[in-house]
């Protein structure tokens, strides 16, 4: 499975960058930089009750011809395909996010998460040549870590690399204290898409899903992260705003997230505005009575 010539280049004109060149570890912090500033992290296709496909493939070309995002199997799988593509050396692997709330790491069994590490990339900051690249986390990593123990700050962020405590031979990366999850423990050895097709089906369709729940849609930048949950959107270093309007909440998909919708007919986004709107009063009223 691999990206054609002109997709490559479809690809990396998505993504407003030139051809990289040979493979190199500049050339791989511009492209997931690139990667995570203009594709979104986003659950949309959920919300409107039409789960896609993680395959790599389609997930790439939703990214280019549609214009749209999605999680981690879509946004990894698909930056996976580009970077073989242009000649990089990646390898998928099982990961488990662990959420603020849970006491304890629930380890890559839960395979909610695909992490990618590449490799061969040599340079001052990482003698291994080994890197962590993840643009499925949605509000962690704007650049690839070097894949060794340390701490490591990107904007606002600082982020830990250590390895695991729950995953013989693994590795954990640690999120920023104010980021919207504790942190990722992942598997060394490598995965393919078998290993997420179950988690993808329960995430994409269970009541307990949280991608199900909650309409999530963000953007890591250089600043910070960008951020709509709901109705509320989430600026960097701006005070949080409610979005009124369905033309205010689709305006913000599209000049803040890059999300026009074009695959979205006006019968869909208005039942997609009702339902964000009757989960926002939900919460509400939950919050009020709290």
Partial sequence: MTLSPADTAAYLRRLRVEHPGPPSAEGLRALHAAHVERVAYEVLDIQLGRPTSIDPLQSARRIVHDRRGGYCYHLNGALSLLLEALGYDVVWHRAGVQNISEPEPPGPDRANHLALTVHGLPADACPSGN??????????????????????????????????????????????????FAGMDFRAARATTADF?????????????????????????AGGVDALSGRVLRLANQPPRTLETQDDWCGALRDVFDLPLHDVDADARDALWCRVSGAHETWLSARAAS
């Fill in 197 to 221: 097709v179950a988690r993808h089906e329960y995430l994409s369709t269970s009541p307990e899903s949280g991608f199900v729940r909650t309409c999530a849609v963000q953007r890591r930048h």
């Fill in 131 to 180: 890197w962590l690249a993840d643009a499925g986390l949605g509000d962690a990593l704007h650049e690839p870590l070097a894949l060794q123990e340390g701490h490591h700050t990107q904007g606002p962020m600082t982020f830990g690399l250590r390895p695991s405590r729950v995953e013989p031979g693994g590795w954990r990366f640690d999120h920023d204290p104010a980021g919207s």
